[in-house]
């Protein structure tokens, strides 16, 4: 696991917070949360391709892709796929029950 991204993303979350003097307008929000999904996304699609990768050069007989670098790139990549769908599972039932609210 990386730390750096992780570590670069708290520093921004922190100084996101310290500007708590900026108003935010619903489109801001919109905007915001609409790349932080995007980033997302765009991150497991790079880790499944690199999962696919890694084990079709381990296929090929390259020697330098163990089957443990194999293993570890597949299950990253399923563990964040996964978190994805259970994500956008929520995200779902929350429009649902926000479509269901009476006006």
Do not use: C, W
Request: avoid cysteine.
């Amino acid at each position: 696991m990386k730390i750096n991204p992780m570590q670069h993303e708290m520093q921004t979350m922190a100084l996101d917070a310290k500007n708590v003097g900026r108003v935010a307008t619903g489109q801001q929000v919109s905007q915001d949360f609409g790349e932080l999904l995007s980033t997302a996304i765009n991150h497991v699609n790079t880790l499944q391709k690199s999962s696919g990768e890694l084990a079709t050069r381990f296929d090929q007989g390259d020697r330098s892709v163990s089957l443990a670098d194999v293993m570890l790139a597949r299950n990253k990549s399923s563990v964040a796929f996964d978190a994805t769908v259970q994500t956008r599972n929520k995200l779902v039932e929350v429009y649902k029950e926000l479509m269901n609210m009476p006006v």
